[in-house]
């Protein structure tokens, strides 16, 4: 496999190569994926649009400048050299800090939840290395130490290990995986934890056999030791998160559990509840007569206990409903009695005075009476001699 040329084409005299080209391609591919999947962990398209555009400037400037530190013998006689991007000079480790740092403080500002939004990017990021990878075999590096293998690249007439090929590979075999984790994903970081695990298990093996590594204290092969250090805090991590997000849906508590456990229990309710609707109503259909009888039962109980109670077959000291009835009763004929008394007291008092009235009316009418009669043998006494003549007069005739 013969490496091919590097420039894809031309605009104006100036050369495009292959390189940008499949690195941008690779970029813009994981920012339109993460756009469409932005909705799958609760965000806007807008918001996942924002984070991209500001991690990707982000991860650009922090690849270059992680990969001009440990090639600092060559740029530090010159300072010119680290603005020339055109020459390369792109760190994978340096692009991916960058980037999570730029998201991390984004999420901070806009008060997502970190884990969330690395799930979504980190599913598809290992898309974007798989394509950008490419770059590296227009360009004739990232290759490993000679080989007789027949898939061996070829560059001036040696064979290498496609290096950048294997990575290729693995990336597209953890970015399927990723996505069928991601859309079952058990609770927040789980998906961003398994691309560290992966990634770096792929990076530390693979740089074995890569003769252009990064070197750390001119010993060690940093990109060996990033990723071992990586693997081992990724896993430890995983398991933290992984057991807290298991004793949360055991408890059915807490809002450290993952949305979609959350949906699972909801869902899991419904269900136990339709279940016992539906058990329900078959047991009621089943046993309707034994209820039936047994409400009959306990009606006839209630009502023989009503009329023990009411027959006075009650304790001392019993205030029963009859004996209220009996009470309330009494006490309405005392009032009925009262009242009546009243009655009786003003009519005998309005007879009394009546018959007072009249009383006095006839006394009055008596003492006129008198004084007529009184009166009357006085008038007639009036003319003595007039009454004795004409007497006399009468008889001698």
Known sequence: ????????????????????????????????????????????????????????IAGILCARLYYVIFNWSWYGDDLMRVFKLRE???????????????????CRF????????????????????????????FNGEAHGSETSLPWGVVIDGTPYHPTFLYESVWCVL????????????????????????????????????????????????????????VFVAAIIAYWYLNRRSGRTRMGGAGNGGAETAQSDKKLMENNVIS????????????????????????????QSGVDAVRS??????????????????????DEIETETHDDSASADKAVADINETENNGMRVTDNDLQDKV????????????????????????
């Open 1 to 56: 496999m013969k490496t091919p040329d590097s420039t894809a084409f031309s605009i104006f005299g100036l050369d495009i190569m292959w390189y940008g080209v499949l690195v941008s391609l690779g970029i813009a591919s994981v920012v339109v994926i993460v756009c469409l999947r932005a909705k799958r962990h609760g965000l806007t398209s807008d918001q996942a649009l924002n984070i991209s555009l500001v991690s990707v």
């Open 88 to 106: 390369g000079g792109l760190a994978i480790h340096g692009g991916l800090i960058g980037g999570l740092i730029a998201a991390l403080i984004l």
């Open 110 to 137: 806009m008060k997502l939840r970190p884990l969330n939004v690395f799930d979504l990017f980190f599913a598809v990021i290992p898309l974007g290395q798989a394509v950008g990878r490419w770059g590296n075999f």
């Open 174 to 229: 953890l970015f399927a995986v990723l996505i069928i984790i991601d859309n079952r994903r058990k609770f927040e970081g789980q998906t961003f934890l398994l691309y560290c695990i992966g990634y770096s298990f792929e990076r530390f093996f693979v740089e074995w056999l890569r003769t252009d590594s990064l070197m750390l204290f001119g010993v060690l092969k940093q990109a060996q030791v990033l990723s071992a250090v």
């Open 275 to 302: 279940a016992e609707a539906h058990d329900d109503l078959a047991n009621a259909e089943v046993l309707g007569s034994e209820n039936a009888a047994e409400d009959k039962s306990i009606t006839e109980s209630a």
């Open 312 to 333: 006075g077959a009650g304790t001392e000291n019993n205030y029963t409903s009859e004996e209220k009835r009996d009470s309330l009763n009494e006490m309405e004929n």
């Open 374 to 397: 009184i009166a009357k043998p006085n008038h007639d006494n009036a003319n003595p001699i007039n009454n004795s003549t004409h007497g006399e007069g009468d008889s001698s005739e």
